[in-house]
C-alpha cells in the first residue's frame, strides 16, 4: 500500500441554483383579501417554485403577513385561488394544510412556554403520530416504538439546530434568539414540504442572524424544503432568497430574482416613501 | 530471565501510546474506554472498538498517502473520533497537532504553516470553511477529513473527505490484502519511546506562539506517574471538557487514559458539559479556579433564593462542614459528636449539593493555573470533595509539583511530583527535571537553549520558594519580582493575593523594589465591608466616606496584621512585611486607567498617579493628602480629593523555623 489513492468521488462543480429548483409548488392567483372595509390584499398573483427560497418583502402593513396567512390556511380570501402541489382551493383550514406539508413559524414567537424544548418541538410530531390516545397514555406496544421513532427524529433536529444544551430548559425562560431556532426546530418536525418564517430574523442580534441563515439554507440544500419567508433585514433577503415578491399596500408592485427587484424604482419609492 | 529483564522488557513494550492501545484491548478489552452522548443518549466503545476505529483510520490515512513523520492537524471540540485520530496518527509514524478551535483563521494559518501539517482533521464546517480560506497558503496541505457532515453535502471533495469514508477506505483495504492487519502492527513496532508523539502550540502571551514537542515517553511516563500519585484504576472516569490543544487535556484524557484504561466521557457540546457531568457523575475531574468559583455563586444565588428552612438547615450545617469537613478529609482526630452531624448533614446537604454539581462519584478534583481563594477551596473540601492544587507546564507534560493527599492548602502547589527534581535559582525562579522534559521547540533552538539546560533543567519563568513543609510556593513571574535595599525578595503579587483572599479586601497595590520596606494601597471591598456596616449601625454616605471611618481602618489594620504573622513565618518573604499601608479614598477603576480591562493592576500608572502618597508613606508623615482626576461613568471629569491616615504596622521578628530553612 504506498499509491496514494485518487479521490473518485470528486463532486461535479457545485450544482448551481437554478438546477436545483423545479416545478411550481404553490401557485398564488388574484388573491384579495378585505377585513370589512380594510382591503389587506388586493388582487395579487405569483408562485413558488420547489425548492427555491422566497421571500416576500414590503413596508410595514404592506399585507405580508396576511399573504403568509392566507396560503397556510388561516385567512379565506374574499376572490382567488390558490394551487398547492396542483390542487386548487379557495378555502382550507390550517391543519389540513400542515397535513399536506405546509410548515410556519410566526412573528410574535409561539411556543408553548411551560414546557421543555424537546416536548415543543415533539408537538410538530403530532401529525405523524399514528396510534391511538390510549395506546399512548399507556405507551404499550408499537406505540412505545412509534414514540421510540419520534424521539429520534426530533433529537436530529436538536442536532442540527445545536440546541442540545436546552433539550430540558422550559421554552418561556430561553432569551428570543433560541425559541425563535425552537420554533424552527417543531416546523421541521413536521417535515415540511413548504416551510413559511415570518420574519425569522426579527430581534436578533449579527451572529444570532448568522446563525439562522445558515440553518435556513442547509435547511433548503440538505433536504430540498421550499421556504418562503418574510423578513425585514435586506441583507438578509437578498442573500438568502433567490426570487423576491414585493408587496406595498396590499398590492404587489415587484417580483423578481434580488438584483432586479433591488433596482426597482417603485420598490425604491415604496421602501423610502414618495407622495401618491 | 530474572524480575528486572521483565520489567524492561515491559517497559519497552509499552513505551508508547498506539503500544498501550494494543494493551488495553488485550487486557481490558470489554471495558469501556470512551463515551460521547449523541442525540441525547450516551454511547460507549469499548477498548477493542476503539482499536478497531483506529485500525481503520490509520489504514485509511495511509491509503491517502500519509507518511512517517508527517503532521496532523486536528481541530474541533472533544470527539472521540478526534482521539483516535490522535492515536490513529502516531500509530504510522505521524505526529498530531492539535490547534484551538476557536482560533482565528489568521492564527491557524501560523501554527499549520510552522507544523508543516500535511493532514488536517476537523470537527464540522466551520472548521472546514476557515482551512478552506487559509488552503491556499498551505502549499503542503494535502487533505482535509472531517466528521460532522452537515452543511459540506455542496463542497468539492478533491482533497476533502468524510471521516467514515477514510475509515471505510482502510476497511476496504483489510479485504483486499490480507497483510494490512499485520503491516499496521509492524508500524506500531517501529515506533520508539524517544519519538516525538504530539506537538502543542503553546499560546504565548507574547510573541508568536512556540511549538512544545514531547516524545512518547514524556506522555507515557508523565500519565503512568500521574496514575500512581493518586492510584487510577482503569474504574476511573473524567470528562474530557477542556481544549485538545491545551497540554492539560493532552496528559489528562489522552496520556493518562491509555496509560491507566481509564474511561473519558464526551460531553454532547461544549455548552453541555455541566449538564453532562452530572449525568456521567466523573471520578476524577480538573478545573481552573474559575470554574469552581462560578459554581459557588450559582450556589450562594439558589440559596439566598431558597426558603427559611432550607436556608437555616443550609447554614447550620455549612458551620459543621466548615468546623469538621477538612479535618475529616485529612484524617485528623474528630470528636464523636461533631463526626455524627457531619453524617447527618452529608445526607441532608453535602451529598445532594455534589449531587447538584455532577460530583456524586468524585473521588479527586485538581485545580491549578492561577491562586485560588482560601474559602472558596475550603468550601470544597469541607463538602468532602478532595480537591488539591498541581503546578505545571506544557514544557513538564503538565506535573511538576502535586499535593499529597491529607497534605493541602490552599496556598502551596504541592510536592515534586514523582521522578520530579525542584531546584530554586538565585534569583528566585523555579527549575524542574523531569521525565516529562518536553524534546524540544519545533524549529526554534534559541527559544530551546533560553528554557532548557544542556543537563535537562527548564526554567519555569515563575519566582517561588520551598516553604518549611517542603511544599512549593509559586508566588509571581520571575520577571516581575524585584529586591528591597537588602536583598531580599519582593514580589508585589504575592502580597496583593494574599491580603486579596481577606473578603473586606478588594485590590491592593504593594511598593517595595529598591526601597527600605514594603508599602500598600488598599482598596477596601463595599459589598463586603458595607453590608458590615449596616449591620454594625455604621453610616456612609459613599466610599470614600466609608473607607476613611476608624472602624474601617481598623479593621484592615487587624487583617493587614494577620498577614503580617504569616509572612513572619515564611523565610523567603519574612522582611516583605508590610510596614505602613494606607486606605485609598477611591476605588481603582480600569475607565481612569488604574487598571487593565482585565482587572489588573497598572503599577508604573498608579505609581505616577498617586506619588504624593507614596512619598508620604516612606517619609514617616501620619497623614496624606491627594487630589486626583477621574472620569465618572458618563464621562464627565472632576477631582476627587482626599485626605488619607497612614497606619504604622508592627513588624514581627523572622520566625526560628523559617531562619534556618533558609539558611539550609
Request: overall charge negative.
Amino acid at each position: 500500500m504506498n499509491a496514494p489513492l485518487s479521490q473518485g468521488s470528486a463532486m461535479a462543480e457545485a450544482d448551481t441554483r437554478a438546477a436545483k429548483i423545479g416545478d411550481v409548488l404553490l401557485k398564488v392567483e388574484n388573491v384579495s383579501l378585505s377585513f370589512g372595509g380594510v382591503k389587506a390584499i388586493r388582487d395579487v398573483s405569483f408562485d413558488i417554485r420547489k425548492g427555491e427560497v422566497r421571500a416576500i418583502i414590503g413596508p410595514n402593513g404592506a399585507g405580508k403577513t396576511s399573504m403568509l396567512n392566507v396560503i397556510n390556511g388561516f385567512y379565506h380570501p374574499q376572490q382567488g385561488v390558490i394551487t398547492f402541489k396542483g390542487e386548487r382551493r379557495s378555502e382550507m383550514r390550517p391543519y389540513v394544510a400542515a397535513s399536506q406539508g405546509i410548515a410556519r413559524t410566526f412573528q410574535n414567537v409561539a411556543l408553548f412556554k411551560g414546557m421543555s424544548t424537546l416536548d415543543n418541538i415533539m408537538t410538530g410530531r403530532t401529525l405523524k403520530m399514528k396510534r391511538g390516545l390510549l395506546s399512548q397514555a399507556l405507551r404499550i406496544g408499537p406505540a412505545l416504538n412509534e414514540e421510540l421513532e419520534h424521539r429520534l427524529a426530533v433529537e436530529k433536529i436538536i442536532d442540527f439546530l445545536e440546541i442540545n444544551h436546552i433539550r430540558k430548559t422550559p421554552v418561556g425562560k430561553l432569551p428570543y434568539g433560541l425559541q425563535k431556532r425552537v420554533e424552527l426546530g417543531r416546523a421541521l418536525a413536521t417535515e415540511p414540504e413548504l416551510l413559511l418564517l415570518d420574519e425569522p430574523m426579527a430581534g436578533m442580534n449579527l451572529e444570532e442572524k448568522q446563525d439562522m441563515s445558515r440553518f435556513i439554507l442547509t435547511v433548503n440544500d440538505a433536504f430540498g424544503t421550499t421556504i418562503a419567508l418574510i423578513e425585514h433585514d435586506m441583507g438578509v433577503v437578498m442573500d438568502l432568497s433567490d426570487r423576491v415578491v414585493v408587496l406595498d399596500y396590499g398590492q404587489k408592485i415587484a417580483d423578481g430574482t434580488p438584483d432586479v427587484v433591488q433596482k426597482d424604482q417603485k420598490v425604491i419609492d415604496a421602501y423610502l416613501g414618495v407622495a401618491h | 530471565m530474572d524480575v528486572t529483564d521483565l520489567v524492561a522488557r515491559a517497559q519497552t513494550s509499552n513505551d508508547t501510546v498506539p503500544k498501550l492501545l494494543l494493551r488495553n484491548r488485550a487486557q481490558w478489552g470489554d471495558r469501556a474506554a470512551i463515551r460521547h452522548k449523541d442525540l441525547g443518549i450516551w454511547q460507549s466503545w469499548t477498548w477493542r472498538e476503539v482499536h478497531d476505529e483506529i485500525r481503520s483510520l490509520a489504514l485509511g490515512l495511509r491509503k491517502l498517502g500519509f507518511e512517517r513523520g508527517e503532521a496532523v492537524a486536528i481541530v474541533g471540540s472533544n470527539r472521540p473520533r478526534l482521539y483516535w485520530t490522535f492515536a490513529a496518527v502516531q500509530s504510522l509514524g505521524g505526529i498530531p497537532v492539535p490547534v484551538y478551535q476557536d482560533s482565528v483563521a489568521e492564527e491557524m494559518k501560523y501554527v499549520l504553516e510552522h507544523a508543516e501539517v500535511t493532514f488536517a482533521v476537523v470537527e464540522d464546517q466551520e472548521q472546514v470553511d476557515k482551512i478552506l480560506s487559509i488552503s491556499d497558503e498551505l502549499p503542503k496541505l494535502r487533505h482535509i477529513i472531517y466528521d460532522e457532515a452537515r452543511g459540506l453535502k455542496g463542497y468539492d471533495h478533491t482533497r476533502l473527505h468524510d471521516y467514515s469514508q477514510v475509515q471505510e477506505l482502510g476497511e476496504a483495504e483489510r479485504k483486499a490484502n490480507v497483510g494490512a492487519d499485520q503491516w499496521w502492527l509492524d508500524e506500531i513496532a517501529k515506533g520508539k519511546g524517544s519519538d516525538v508523539s504530539v506537538m502543542l502550540y503553546t499560546s504565548g502571551t507574547t510573541g508568536r506562539p512556540k511549538g512544545v514537542m514531547l516524545t512518547h515517553d514524556n506522555v507515557v511516563k508523565s500519565g503512568q506517574n500521574a496514575n500512581t500519585f493518586d492510584r487510577f484504576t482503569p474504574d476511573d472516569t473524567m470528562l474530557a471538557y477542556l481544549p485538545m490543544a491545551w497540554v492539560g487535556d493532552h496528559i489528562f484524557t489522552y496520556g493518562q487514559a491509555y496509560a491507566g484504561g481509564l474511561c473519558v466521557a464526551c460531553p454532547e457540546s461544549p455548552e453541555t458539559a455541566m449538564e453532562d457531568r452530572r449525568e456521567i457523575g466523573p471520578t476524577y475531574f480538573f478545573a481552573p479556579p474559575r470554574v469552581f468559583e462560578n459554581m459557588l455563586t450559582q450556589i450562594s444565588v439558589r440559596m439566598e433564593d431558597a426558603g427559611t428552612v432550607k436556608k437555616k438547615i443550609y447554614s447550620y450545617f455549612m458551620g459543621v462542614a466548615n468546623r469538621t469537613g477538612e479535618k475529616l478529609m485529612n484524617g485528623e482526630n474528630v470528636g464523636f459528636k461533631d463526626r455524627l452531624l457531619y453524617r447527618l448533614g452529608d445526607f441532608f446537604v453535602y451529598g445532594p449539593l455534589r449531587n447538584r454539581m455532577g460530583f456524586s462519584n468524585l473521588r479527586l478534583a485538581y485545580t491549578a493555573g492561577e491562586a485560588i481563594g482560601p474559602e472558596l477551596f475550603r468550601f470544597y473540601r469541607s463538602l468532602g470533595m478532595n480537591l488539591k492544587q498541581l503546578y505545571g507546564q506544557t514544557e513538564a507534560s503538565v506535573f511538576i509539583t502535586l499535593q499529597p493527599d491529607g497534605e493541602v492548602s490552599p496556598e502551596t502547589v504541592g510536592k515534586p511530583g514523582p521522578e520530579v527534581e525542584i531546584k530554586i535559582a538565585p534569583n528566585g525562579e523555579v527549575l524542574f527535571r523531569s521525565p516529562g522534559v518536553f524534546h524540544k521547540y519545533y524549529k526554534n533552538d534559541e527559544a530551546t537553549s533560553a528554557t532548557k539546560t544542556p543537563d535537562g533543567w527548564v526554567h519555569t519563568g515563575d519566582a517561588g520558594f520551598i516553604d518549611n513543609r517542603g511544599h512549593l510556593r509559586i508566588i509571581d513571574r520571575a520577571k516581575d519580582v524585584g529586591r528591597l535595599t537588602d536583598g531580599s525578595m519582593f514580589s508585589p503579587k504575592y502580597l496583593e493575593n494574599r491580603i486579596k483572599f481577606f473578603p473586606e479586601v478588594k485590590e491592593a497595590v504593594a511598593f517595595g523594589n529598591g526601597r527600605d520596606f514594603v508599602t500598600m494601597f488598599v482598596n477596601i471591598d463595599l459589598t463586603s465591608v458595607g453590608s458590615w456596616a449596616e449591620r454594625n449601625m455604621v453610616s456612609y454616605a459613599s466610599y470614600q466616606d466609608l473607607a476613611g471611618h476608624l472602624q474601617v481602618v481598623d479593621m484592615i489594620r487587624k487583617r493587614v496584621d494577620e498577614l503580617n504573622k504569616a509572612l513572619s513565618q515564611e523565610a523567603m518573604v519574612a522582611k516583605s512585611q508590610i510596614k505602613r499601608f494606607l486606605i485609598l479614598h477611591k476605588e481603582l477603576d480600569a475607565d481612569d486607567g488604574e487598571l487593565t480591562r482585565t482587572q489588573k493592576v497598572r503599577r508604573s500608572f498608579i505609581e505616577d498617579r498617586y506619588a504624593p502618597l507614596i512619598k508620604a508613606l516612606y517619609d514617616g508623615s501620619p497623614d496624606a493628602d491627594i487630589s486626583v482626576e477621574v472620569v465618572f461613568e458618563d464621562g464627565r471629569k472632576g477631582k476627587i480629593e482626599g485626605h488619607m491616615k497612614i497606619v504604622d504596622m508592627t513588624i514581627y521578628p523572622v520566625a526560628q523555623a523559617a531562619v534556618k530553612e533558609a539558611a539550609e
